[in-house]
């Protein structure tokens, strides 16, 4: 269980793998600054830091990794095939279907290799 308090700090990745029980799976998104413009060997190596933790802690638990940022989504695809990448975006209308649920609607492009969408229809 964890009880974090409101001056204690986020935990990290690693942490987050070894604090929660292996039959859980994770979304990893991956935060950007939209108002950045980021060069490919940054976020490589921004990338590659987090693959290497997944891949020293993840075992056999299922992870799918999410980006606003397409530049992001697209590289974690290059660097790895081992886990589906989603790209998201906030538009609800560019998919054929429609979900109130953003768990199901993120799951079912995942695995139809859609984009997954976040928000409100206006």
Not at 102 to 110: I, K, V
Request: with cysteine; proline share 4%.
């Amino acid at each position: 269980m964890w009880d974090v308090r409101s001056d204690e700090p986020l935990c990290t990745l690693r942490e987050a793998f070894e604090g929660v029980d292996a039959r859980v799976g994770f979304n990893v998104e991956l935060k950007f600054d939209d108002d950045l413009d980021y060069q490919e060997e940054e976020l490589a190596g921004v990338l590659q830091a987090i693959l290497k933790v997944v891949f020293e802690h993840a075992k056999d638990r299922p992870v799918i990794f999410s980006s606003f940022q397409p530049d992001a989504a697209q590289l974690m695809r290059k660097l790895q095939d081992q886990y589906p990448v989603s790209e998201i975006s906030v538009q609800y209308n560019q998919i054929p279907c429609r979900c109130n649920n953003g768990l199901l609607l993120f799951l079912h492009c995942s695995c139809s290799d859609r984009m997954a969408f976040s928000g409100r229809e206006q």
